[in-house]
Every structure is written in C-alpha cells, then in structure tokens.
C-alpha cells in the first residue's frame, strides 16, 4: 500500500480558542442579552467541533453503492440524486436547449463597489440574444458570494492529490458542520453545469488571473473530472482505501464531457490572453467542445484609461458589445450542432496513455 503522509495539520482549538472564535459572529452589542442562550448553542457547537459531527444526519447508501451499509450524508445524497435526474433531463432529446452564463465578476452595485459591474451587462447582453433564439438561458452570478448573507463556495480542500477517488462526485467535503464550514453554493452549482447542453463564462481580469469568485467555482469543479460518485467505495475520506482504489486502476470519469463552452475575458491594462488561454486550456482538459474562433473573445475596454468613465467607454465601443453577441451565437449553434448529432464528442476510440 502507498504510504498516507501525515505531520503537517496543527492540533484541534482548544476550548478557549473555540469560545473566541464562535463569538467573533456576534458581535453586535444587539446579542448581548441573549448572553444565556448562546452559551448553550455554543456549547453544542463545540461538542459538534470536538466530537467532529461532520455529517450529524445521514442515511445508508443502499444499493447500487459499494458498501450499501454506508452512512452517507443526506446532503450529500440528495445533491446526487439531484445530479442524476439533472443528468437525464440533459440527455432527453425533448429538453430545451439550455446554457449556462456565468458573470465571473466580483461587482455588483448591492455591496461596496456601488455600481454594477460591465461584465454583468454583457452577460445580460449574451442572454438576451440567446432567449430571443429559444434557448433557456440560465444565468449564474458569482457576484453574489460578496453580497448575500451568509453565502459560500468554499475553497477545495485538494483530495484529489491525496488520490483520485478521494475526490467525490458531487463534493463531500462539505458542508462540514463540526467545522461550521456550511451554506456552500456549490450543491446548487453543480446541477446547473450539470443541466447546461453549453457554457459561456464572461469576466473580468484581476491581477492577471481570473476573479476569486470564478477560480473557487473552478477549483471545486475538479470532482467533474474524473470524480468518484461513491463515498462508500472510500468510506468517506479514508485516503489509504482511496489510494489503494487508484493504484488498483482508475478511469477519471469526465462527468461534464460534451458540452459547448465559449469566453468573454475582458480588461483594462493587461492580462486577457493569457487568462482567455487558460480557461480555455481547461475547458478542453474536461472534454468541453471548442464552439470555434467565433467562441473566444479577449478584449481591452478603454486601454489605460479611466476607471470612473469605464462604463461610457463600453457604451461606445459598439464593435465589441456585438462580438460578445457572436460568443453567444457561436456557442448556441455549437450545441444545436452537437444535440443534432452532427457533432462527435467524447466518443471517439482513441485512447488515453496518461489518463489524469
């Protein structure tokens, strides 16, 4: 067996340590007298963090799983069943067409920025086009994570490196109630790539790289491709099993294949085309269909100049709002291409000397 690793996590708070911590999320003067009562739910709570409830409800995995005995987390399992009856609704040729637009900016005008963002008027303008042509055009604002309560995607936790199988599909790792690691948006997330026939992500470029909102979705997306749909093959997150499933052989199932995806990355000063490559490069990592030139577009808006004036600018530049119109279209005949069948994905029998 390949050896686990172990010497690097600290050891768990204390229970002085827990008290601040949990305290921190009231600190509005409004709480204090409520002083009794949250004594005792902070009590529970770090009975939860110290026996480590990470999954306090479950129910057994049944057949069709490894060990049909296995407390899967309810959550966990409603998310796949909802995957599953998501995956079906896709596949039925009746279905509309449907594509997913992701605005990857972290602007809206409902928090501190004030103002709403260009890429989300872009993604309206690619949305617009794609209703008046019958599809169903489901828009997913990564924006919200800075300005609804309470609202998460959690970073990945990097299973995947511990052994592939580790990593399950949909993630397990949460929520995680002993941690208090909840409200992630990702269960919601899944289902709706999972539904798309086509994506489209439009955003912004920040600090050369694409926008924290967009790379947390992306990293948490790796259980997509070639994740495992049964924790109870690994009782959970038991690496050693996990590794002994991979090194037994392992077939990466890519759960998202065959989708059409296209880009909008826009800026100001620098950094859309090697943002624009490396979104694309992992698009084509996941078996996602290239919609064409037409598909992929990186643009500057008003280059080196002014912030404050930056929305004007956009208004003016009418060559580029239709280009962004074209991304949509392109992407849109891709999947009318690919659910007519003219198109092969993913089938091909060419086979994989590195599969990863």
């Excluded at 290239?290 to 060559?319: C, K, M, P, V």
Aim: aromatic share 10%.
């Amino acid at each position: 067996m390949t050896e686990v690793r172990k010497g690097q996590a600290p050891a768990k708070l204390g229970r002085n340590e827990f008290h601040i911590r949990f305290r921190n999320a009231f600190h509005d003067p409004a709480y204090d007298a409520l002083e009794q009562e949250l004594g005792a739910i902070e009590q529970v709570a770090w009975e939860a963090y110290h026996e480590g409830r990470k999954a306090p409800r479950t129910v057994k995995a049944g057949p069709g799983y490894a060990d049909p005995s296995y407390d899967l987390s309810i959550e966990w399992k409603e998310t796949h069943d909802r995957l599953l009856a998501a995956e079906q609704h896709q596949k039925d040729p009746a279905s509309r067409n449907r594509i997913l637009l992701i605005n990857g900016s972290s602007r809206n005008d409902g928090t501190c920025p004030g103002e709403v963002s260009k890429t989300w008027r872009m993604t309206m303008m690619a949305r617009d086009l794609l209703m008046e042509q019958g599809f169903e055009a489901d828009v997913l604002d990564l924006s919200l994570l800075n300005s609804d309560y309470d609202r998460h995607i959690h970073p990945c936790k990097g299973c995947v490196s511990t052994a592939m199988p580790l990593c399950h599909w949909p993630c397990s790792c949460y929520p995680n109630h002993a941690e208090r690691q909840v409200n992630d948006w990702m269960n919601e997330i899944y289902e709706r790539w999972v539904l798309a026939h086509g994506v489209i992500i439009i955003t912004p470029v920040y600090w050369y790289q694409s926008p924290s909102p967009l790379k947390l979705m992306i990293d948490r997306l790796v259980c997509a491709d070639g994740g495992n749909p049964d924790p109870s093959s690994t009782h959970g997150k038991k690496a050693e099993e996990a590794k002994d499933i991979e090194m037994a052989g392992w077939d990466y199932p890519k759960h998202l294949a065959g989708r059409a995806y296209g880009l909008v990355v826009h800026g100001d000063v620098a950094g859309i085309e090697s943002t624009r490559r490396s979104l694309a490069d992992w698009f084509g990592w996941m078996d996602f269909v290239d919609a064409g030139s037409f598909a992929q577009l990186d643009r500057y808006i008003g280059y080196y100049e002014s912030y404050a004036d930056s929305h004007n600018t956009y208004d003016r530049d009418t060559a580029f709002q239709e280009e962004v119109r074209n991304v949509a279209r392109a992407v849109a005949e891709a999947v009318r291409e690919i659910r007519a069948g003219r198109v092969a994905v993913s089938q091909h029998r060419l086979r994989d000397p590195r599969p990863k």
